[in-house]
């Protein structure tokens, strides 16, 4: 899975959709917001920009549950 990190708020704001209130913690530049997207990608294509604090974490974990109907 992935998941698009970005300093645009999403419109119109989808369930899996959510603010990272903790972003400069996660040591992002700007305000962000994180958007699921349902694709794979191997490793080596994957880059660390930053670790979300747990309470933005959970609410990722929220976002992902939304779009996938799970629990």
């Known amino acids: 899975m992935v998941g698009l990190i970005t300093t645009q ?7 899996s959709d959510c ?7 996660a040591g ?5 917001y994180f958007r ?3 694709v794979t990608l191997s490793q080596r294509e994957v ?9 933005d974490w959970a609410s990722v974990r929220v ?3 939304a779009a996938f109907g799970g629990d």
């Open 28 to 32: 992002l530049r700007a305000e962000s």
């Open 9 to 15: 708020a999403p419109a119109p704001f989808a369930p």
């Open 47 to 55: 880059r660390v920009i930053g670790r979300l604090s747990d309470a």
């Open 36 to 38: 699921l997207y349902p």
């Open 63 to 65: 976002c992902f549950r």
């Open 19 to 25: 603010a990272l209130r903790s972003w400069k913690q």
